[in-house]
C-alpha cells in the first residue's frame, strides 16, 4: 500500500476538503481483514447545503465554458486517472476488497473510459434546425442544472464516473454521495477533477447513509438524480424524485437469465458464467445467475465448471496473483450465507462450496447449485454473493419463457453456435443488455441500463447525453401572424 488511506476530510466541497465530526461516524472497514483503516463522518445539513450551494454556483459558470473546453477538462482527468492507476486501484481495493488484479483493469480505467469518451462527445453536442416551409424551429440542447448521484458499493470508482462524466459534458455540475461502505475512491476522483482544470464546486462529494442521499434528491434545487443501487431503494428514490418531477437515472439490480444450448462451446460457456457469477465475487448487478443449461450438457457443464473453480486464487487482495477477493461487508456476507441455507432447505443440490473461507476477512467460497426450480427462493431473489443457480431445460421456447419470469431485466445471455438461434432467442428476453457468446461486457461505447423493475434510463454512449440534458424548441416566423379576430 503505497499511501494512508484516511482521507484529509470525509467531504469535497468547493474544491476542499471539508470535515464536520458532528456527523454521524462511517467506519471504513478493509473487507479482507475485517479491520478499520479510515473514520468519515456522514454529512450535516450544514455540509449538505455547503456543498449544493457550491454546485450550484459553479454550475452556472461551467454551463458558459465551450463545450470544447469541458471536454477538454475531462480528458485531462482521464488521463490522470489513467497515470494514477495503480494508486487508485490499490484504493479501490482496500474500499472494496476487490483483488488488485482485477482493479488494475477494471475499476480506475473504466472511469478513465468513460471521463474520455464524454470528454471526446462534448463539442459534438448540438440542437437541430428543423426547416418548415419559410418558417423554422432551433433546438438547444442545453444541461439540467445541479445532479445528485448516488453510488452502491460495487464499483465506486466507476460508478462515480459514469454518473459525472456525461453530466459534466452536458454543462451541469455533480454532488456524489457514495455507498457509505466504500467511502473513499470518489474523493480522489474529486481531487483529479480539480486538478484537470474543473471549477471548484463542479464536482463534489458528500458522506452519509441513505438519510443524506434522500435530502440530496428532494432539495429544489437538484434537478436530476441518478442513482445505482437496489431496486427498493430505487423505488424510494424515484418516488421522492417524481415529487418535484426531476429527471432520474436508475441503474437497480437483476435476476439475469444465461442460457447455454447444448451446442454450445462448453469452455466459453464455462466461461461466461464464470465472469457472470464469480467475477468481483458476484458483486455485479448484471451478474447471469440463473444459468439455464439444456438438459444434456447439464452434467459435463458442471463437471468443467468445477473443474475451472480450482483455479480460484483466494487471499491477499493486494497480491496480485490473487483473483478472488471477499464480500464487502460482514453484512453483504451475513445475508449471501442466508440465502445459501436457503438453497440448501429449498432442496437444491449444492454442487460446490457453500462454506465461508477459512481466516480473516469476509470470504465466502464460490458456490454452485445444481437442479435449481424456478420458484426456489435462489433462483428469483438477487443475492450479490458468489452463488450461481444452474437450471435444466428441455426447449428454446421453454427456456426463454423461464428467463422472462422475473421482475427485473437487467442483463440477459445466450451460449449457442447456432447464430440464427442465438438472435432470435436474444430477441425475445426481457433485458437492457444482452450478450452473444459472452458476459458482461460494458463499453462505454455501449449503452447501459435495464428494463422492467432493473431501472430507467441508460448510462455511457450517447445515450446518456438524453438522461443529462433537455432540449428546447424556439418557433421562428418569418411572416405575419394570422389570428382568428
Ligand atoms: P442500496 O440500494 O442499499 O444503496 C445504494 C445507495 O443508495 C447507497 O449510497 C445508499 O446510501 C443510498 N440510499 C439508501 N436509501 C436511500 C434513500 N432513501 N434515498 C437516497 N439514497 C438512499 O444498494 P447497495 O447495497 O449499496 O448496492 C447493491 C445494489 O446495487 C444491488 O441491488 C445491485 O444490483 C445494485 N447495483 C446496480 C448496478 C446497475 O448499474 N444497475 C450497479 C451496481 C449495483
Known amino acids: 500500500m503505497s499511501y494512508d488511506p484516511q482521507p484529509a476530510g470525509s467531504h469535497y466541497i468547493g474544491g476542499a476538503y471539508v470535515e464536520d465530526k458532528a456527523g454521524a461516524e462511517i467506519a471504513v472497514i478493509y473487507p479482507a481483514t475485517g479491520k478499520r483503516i479510515a473514520t468519515l463522518h456522514a454529512a450535516t445539513p450544514a455540509v449538505i447545503e455547503q456543498a449544493l450551494a457550491a454546485a450550484e454556483a459553479a454550475q452556472k459558470d461551467w454551463a458558459k465554458w465551450s463545450p470544447r473546453e469541458r471536454g477538454r477538462v475531462l480528458t485531462r482527468a482521464a488521463q490522470i486517472m489513467r497515470e494514477r492507476n495503480r494508486e487508485l486501484s490499490e484504493l479501490e481495493t482496500l474500499?472494496?476488497?476487490?483483488?488488485?488484479q482485477e482493479t488494475l483493469v477494471a475499476d480506475a480505467t473504466s472511469g478513465s473510459d468513460a471521463l474520455e469518451y464524454f470528454g471526446g462527445l462534448a463539442a459534438t453536442l448540438t440542437g437541430e434546425h428543423i426547416q418548415l416551409g419559410d418558417d423554422w424551429v432551433y433546438t438547444i440542447r442545453e444541461p439540467l442544472g445541479v445532479c445528485v448521484g448516488i453510488g452502491a458499493w460495487n464499483y465506486p470508482t466507476q460508478i462515480a464516473c459514469w454518473k459525472t462524466a456525461p453530466a459534466l459534458a452536458c454543462g451541469n455540475a455533480m454532488v456524489f454521495k457514495p455507498s457509505e461502505t466504500t467511502p473513499l475512491c470518489a474523493l480522489k476522483i474529486a481531487e483529479i477533477m480539480v486538478e484537470a482544470g474543473a471549477p471548484a464546486g463542479l464536482f463534489n462529494v458528500v458522506q452519509g447513509y441513505g438519510e443524506v442521499g434522500a435530502s440530496l434528491v428532494t432539495d429544489p434545487r437538484v434537478a436530476k438524480v441518478s442513482l445505482t443501487g437496489s431496486a427498493p431503494t430505487g423505488k424510494k428514490v424515484y418516488a421522492a424524485a417524481a415529487g418535484e418531477m426531476k429527471h432520474v437515472t436508475m441503474e437497480l439490480g437483476g435476476k439475469s437469465p444465461l442460457i447455454v444450448f447444448d451446442d454450445a462451446e462448453l469452455d466459453n460457456a464455462v466461461g461466461g458464467a464464470i465472469l457472470g457469477n464469480f467475477y468481483s465475487s458476484g458483486q455485479i448487478c448484471s451478474n447471469g445467475t440463473r444459468v439455464f443449461v439444456q438438459r444434456d450438457l447439464v452434467e459435463p457443464f458442471l463437471d468443467r465448471l468445477k473443474e475451472r473453480l480450482g483455479g480460484v486464487v483466494a487471499g491477499d487482495p493486494m497480491d496480485e496473483a490473487v483473483n478472488y477477493?471477499?464480500?464487502?461487508?460482514?453484512?453483504?456476507?451475513?445475508?449471501?450465507?442466508?440465502f445459501i441455507r436457503?438453497?440448501?432447505?429449498?432442496?437444491?443440490?449444492?454442487?460446490?462450496g457453500g462454506g465461508q473461507m477459512a481466516g480473516a476477512g469476509f470470504f465466502l467460497e464460490p458456490t454452485v447449485f445444481a437442479d435449481v426450480t424456478d420458484d426456489m427462493t435462489i433462483a428469483r431473489e438477487e443475492i450479490f454473493g458468489p452463488v450461481m443457480s444452474v437450471l435444466a431445460f428441455d426447449t428454446e421456447e421453454e427456456a426463454i419463457t423461464r428467463a422472462n419470469a422475473t421482475p427485473y431485466g437487467l442483463s440477459a445471455g445466450v451460449f449457442t453456435r447456432d447464430i440464427s438461434r442465438a438472435h432470435r432467442v436474444i430477441r425475445q428476453l426481457e433485458a437492457g443488455s444482452c450478450f452473444i457468446n459472452s458476459y458482461n461486457d460494458a463499453p462505454v461505447e455501449a449503452p447501459f441500463g435495464g428494463v422492467k423493475a432493473s431501472g430507467v434510463g441508460r448510462e455511457n454512449s450517447k445515450e446518456a447525453i438524453n438522461h443529462y440534458s433537455q432540449v428546447r424548441s424556439v418557433y421562428v416566423r418569418m411572416g405575419d401572424v394570422e389570428a382568428p379576430f
Open 95 to 100: 474500499d472494496t476488497g476487490k483483488p488488485l
Open 342 to 352: 436457503k438453497g440448501k432447505d429449498e432442496g437444491a443440490r449444492l454442487v460446490t
Open 325 to 338: 477477493g471477499p464480500m464487502v461487508s460482514e453484512k453483504q456476507m451475513r445475508i449471501v450465507q442466508e
